[in-house]
């Protein structure tokens, strides 16, 4: 398995820019989620989804979007790239088949928005 | 609403001792999960151990055990017989198991071992 992948793992935009961070996971994981990770701020959850077809809003979610069609894939949309946007992104993944509920990371996005 | 926190930035150990790495939360689900994350300089989150609300034991995986006092609302994690490659940034975090799915985490703690 090669567990949560995502892509690119760096990435410089302009301002106004749009792109997409992929991200993708192997494992048949129902709960997919995107955090960003700023200095002493820890990760902080932008969107989330429970299953394919189904996405809710984090605590910072203006400025992004997200989709599931698939279980395996929760691609995360910058539409109008901005500096405040600087961010290592992570993409996480988690199974109610474990009792926990532990995530699984992939490696992150270092974004920089010029 | 859901809050983690960490108050400790930065901690030095030594070599080969305990340390103690401290973690409060609030929450007013009756069901909840606490998580510990180690991310290494290279950038990697980590899972480490996980305490269930309603387990009566604190969890223990190897060298890292979880100190939980649920009356307290406190899920520190100790860490025993340091090693140089403990030191990372280490993150609390929690999940409510009887409501929404979100995860919340605390700021971190960058821990540092000293040889």
């Known amino acids: 398995n090669a567990g949560v992948t995502q892509t690119p793992k760096f990435q410089v935009l302009k301002t106004g820019q749009s792109m997409t961070l992929q991200c993708a996971q192997d494992?048949?994981?129902?709960?997919m989620s995107w955090y960003r990770q700023d200095p002493g701020m820890g990760l902080r959850l932008i969107h989330y989804?429970?299953?394919?077809?189904?996405?809710d809003q984090g605590e910072v979610p203006n400025g992004y979007n997200v989709s599931r069609s698939t279980t395996e894939d929760f691609p995360l949309r910058l539409l109008s790239a901005a500096p405040s946007q600087t961010s290592v992104y992570f993409c996480?993944?988690?199974?109610?088949?474990?009792?926990?509920?532990?995530?699984?990371f992939g490696p992150g996005t270092r974004l920089t928005v010029t | 609403a859901q809050k983690i926190t960490q108050t400790q930035p930065g901690m030095f150990v030594q070599e080969k001792e305990a340390v103690t790495l401290d973690c409060t939360y609030d929450?007013?689900?009756?069901?909840?999960?606490l998580f510990w994350y180690k991310q290494p300089s290279s950038g990697e989150m980590i899972f480490l151990i996980y305490?269930?609300?309603?387990?009566?034991q604190n969890a223990t995986e190897g060298r890292y055990s979880l100190n939980f006092q649920k009356a307290r609302k406190s899920a520190n994690l100790v860490i025993s017989a340091s090693q140089l490659g403990d030191s990372a940034m280490y993150f609390c975090?929690?999940?409510?198991?009887?409501?929404?799915?979100?995860?919340?985490f605390g700021t971190g703690t960058r821990l540092k071992v000293l040889a």
């Open positions: 494992m048949n994981h129902e709960y």
């Open positions: 989804s429970v299953g394919a077809g189904i996405t």
């Open positions: 305490q269930g609300s309603y387990d009566q």
């Open positions: 996480a993944s988690s199974s109610k088949r474990t009792f926990s509920y532990e995530q699984y």
């Open positions: 975090a929690m999940r409510s198991t009887s409501g929404t799915y979100k995860y919340i």
């Open positions: 929450t007013s689900d009756p069901s909840y999960g």
